[in-house]
Nanobody
Framework: VQLQASGGGFVQTGGSLRLSCAASGHSFDNYALGWFRQAPGEEREFVATIRWLTGSTFYADSVRGRFTISRDVAKTMVYLQMNLLQPEDTAIYYC??????????????????WGRGTQVTVSS
């Protein structure tokens, strides 16, 4: 499984960004694809996840209502639309895949495949 995140950048408070994750190398029918983030000096934390087959979604409380995760089955892409960005959203964002855990799962240990991150910086 290969996961490649992109779309990070620099944005002002209140702005928006859309992250993309290109997924390949496996059938994802029984997978959940998720986004995590890690701020400097902090542990990596769960952001959102989507069940590939059904499109069901689950969010961290900190982003619910501001972020939207979606997928394009034909393109095997996962997206994270981030609106109303705040300085505390500044982090490296990672795309990950979970093929062996129940639904929903926000635990890092349940995601066995990870891509390289993309930096998101929100200025105050």
């Amino acid at each position: 499984v290969q996961l490649q995140a992109s779309g990070g950048g620099f944005v002002q408070t209140g702005g928006s960004l859309r992250l993309s994750c290109a997924a390949s190398g496996h059938s994802f029918d029984n997978y959940a694809l998720g986004w995590f983030r890690q701020a400097p000096g902090e542990e990596r934390e769960f952001v959102a996840t989507i069940r590939w087959l059904t499109g069901s979604t689950f969010y961290a409380d900190s982003v619910r209502g501001r972020f939207t995760i979606s997928r394009d089955v034909a393109k095997t892409m996962v997206y994270l639309q981030m609106n109303l960005l705040q300085p505390e959203d500044t982090a490296i964002y990672y795309c990950a895949a979970s093929g062996r855990a129940g639904w929903p799962t926000s635990l890092l240990s349940h995601y066995e495949f990870w891509g390289r991150g993309t930096q998101v910086t929100v200025s105050s």
